[in-house]
């Protein structure tokens, strides 16, 4: 499967952004999408995540009650909505996806990643 990010910017804190992550090829049997960030000098950290078909949904921490992940099957493109953003989630946001269960937490279960797009939240 190839994925395909967009939707990063320059947002003032308190803003929001929708971030959408387009995927294209063997996409029929999809288990989970989901999106993982990196700010300068940071480790890549899990973010949120979403079961393809269920729509079951997973958030880190920092994000919840923030962020919110969906999917649209029919345009196999998934979403994140980013709203009362912080300087702090400045990163690079990277989309990722896995035909297989098992951690959604971890990165290294993620054998697709799309580009990233930068997300910039200025205070």
């Known amino acids: 499967v190839q994925l395909q990010a967009f939707g990063g910017g320059l947002v003032q804190a308190g803003g929001s952004l929708r971030l959408s992550c387009a995927a294209s090829?063997?996409?029929?049997?999809?288990?989970?999408v989901g999106w993982f960030r990196q700010a300068p000098g940071k480790e890549r950290e899990f973010v949120a995540a979403i079961r393809w078909s269920g729509g079951s949904s997973f958030y880190a921490d920092s994000v919840k009650g923030r962020f919110t992940i969906s999917r649209d099957n029919a345009k196999n493109t998934g979403y994140l909505q980013m709203n009362s953003l912080k300087p702090e989630d400045t990163a690079v946001y990277y989309c990722?996806?896995?035909?297989?269960?098992?951690?959604?937490?971890?990165?290294?279960?993620?054998?697709?990643w799309g580009q990233g797009t930068l997300v910039t939240v200025s205070s």
């Open positions: 090829g063997r996409t029929f049997n999809i288990a989970v």
């Open positions: 990722v996806s896995r035909y297989s269960s098992g951690n959604i937490y971890s990165r290294n279960e993620y054998p697709y």
